[in-house]
């Protein structure tokens, strides 16, 4: 299987464009996340889902939006970029999310904002 | 409050020579302990965890690391560096915050294994 996949790879944007960010596991994974990484900050939480049809909010969600119509798939919306959101964005799935599941991670896209 | 600490920015390390990367961590109830690989331009890559059990806990490519509960440390460790093993490698808590729960990442090490 593909483990997590991540579209796109790169992307440059303007101030204000917006766009979706794709992920998508083939592990039946119920949980899945998206991370931001900064350099110095290590990788923050800015939402998750437990279950299709279930998302919640981490703890950078502002700027973000989500949704989980299936299983497989998890995208990440921009609703109007800011130069605050350039960064290194990684999506994860796991099993089921508790604290002693491994979390497996996709390759990542790479966003700047201008 | 829950963290990790991985006190060098970077590590160099001899072809052949043992390696350690160091990890200390804080954390309110058990410690989940995970460590993660990254390379150039890609994601990161589950290496080991800890749960309960043994203390030495070893995972893929050759990699173990120690949980010492005495010193809140998770070191991770190689007998035997590869050049290959040069990377950014990441040591993560997970616990819970609020209503999810929440991988606090150290802020990475870089390796460079010199042949």
């Known amino acids: 299987n593909a483990g997590v996949t991540q579209t796109p790879k790169f992307q440059v944007l303007k101030t204000g464009q917006s766009m979706t960010l794709q992920c998508a596991q083939d592990?039946?994974?119920?949980?899945m996340s998206w991370y931001r990484q900064d350099p110095g900050m290590g990788l923050r939480l800015i939402h998750y889902?437990?279950?299709?049809?279930?998302?919640d909010q981490g703890e950078v969600p502002n700027g973000y939006n989500v949704s989980r119509s299936t299983t497989e798939d998890f995208p990440l919306r921009l609703l109007s970029a800011a130069p605050s959101q350039t960064s290194v964005y990684f999506c994860?799935?796991?099993?089921?999310?508790?604290?002693?599941?491994?979390?497996?991670f996709g390759p990542g896209t790479r966003l700047t904002v201008l | 409050a829950q963290s990790v600490a991985q006190p060098e920015d970077q590590v160099n390390v001899a072809e052949g020579n043992p390696l350690t990367v160091k990890c200390t961590y804080s954390v309110s109830g058990n410690p989940y302990l995970f460590w993660y690989v990254q390379y150039p331009n890609r994601g990161l890559q589950f290496l080991l965890k800890?749960?309960?059990?043994?203390?030495l806990v070893k995972g893929s490519y050759g990699f173990e690391a120690e949980f010492n509960k005495s010193q809140t440390s998770f070191h991770l460790k190689k007998p035997s560096a590869l050049v290959s093993d040069s990377a950014l490698y990441f040591c993560?808590?997970?616990?819970?915050?609020?209503?999810?729960?929440?991988?606090?990442f150290g802020s990475g090490t870089k390796l460079n294994v010199k042949p």
């Open positions: 889902s437990v279950g299709a049809g279930i998302t």
């Open positions: 993560a808590v997970r616990d819970l915050r609020g209503n999810f729960n929440k991988f606090y």
């Open positions: 800890y749960i309960t059990g043994d203390n």
């Open positions: 592990m039946n994974h119920e949980y």
């Open positions: 994860a799935s796991s099993y089921r999310g508790t604290l002693t599941d491994t979390q497996y």
